[in-house]
């Protein structure tokens, strides 16, 4: 399974970024996509996740309402539109995947690729 995440960069307080991961490597369609992140001195921690077959989403309470995971089949592409950034969405951007149910992405997944840094400052 191979992972590529792009679209981390530098926006102001209030900008907007989206991030895409591009999936490849699965031998079946129905897996889990999630997003993690891990800030400066502080542990990784669980963002959001989708699932490739029924559209399920889950995110974590501090992020709810201004950042949203879809996907496009497709292109095997998963994407994290994140809206209103504050400076503590500053981190690396890590797109996960596993076959596992959707809620249970929160509590580790077995394929991560390489992260995208994200880095809200003015």
């Known amino acids: 399974v191979q992972l590529q995440a792009s679209g981390g960069g530098l926006v102001q307080p209030g900008g907007s970024l989206r991030l895409s991961c591009a999936v490849s490597?699965?031998?079946?369609?129905?897996?889990?996509i999630g997003w993690f992140r891990q800030a400066p001195g502080k542990e990784r921690e669980w963002v959001s996740c989708?699932?490739?077959?029924?559209?399920?989403?889950y995110y974590t309470d501090s992020v709810k309402g201004r950042f949203t995971i879809s996907r496009d089949n497709a292109k095997n592409t998963v994407y994290l539109q994140m809206n209103s950034l504050k400076p503590e969405d500053t981190a690396v951007y890590y797109c996960t995947a596993d076959i596992v149910a959707t809620y249970e992405c929160r509590y580790g997944m077995a394929n991560w690729g390489k992260g995208t840094k994200v880095t809200v400052s003015s």
């Open positions: 989708t699932s490739s077959s029924d559209g399920s989403t």
């Open positions: 490597g699965f031998t079946t369609d129905y897996y889990v």
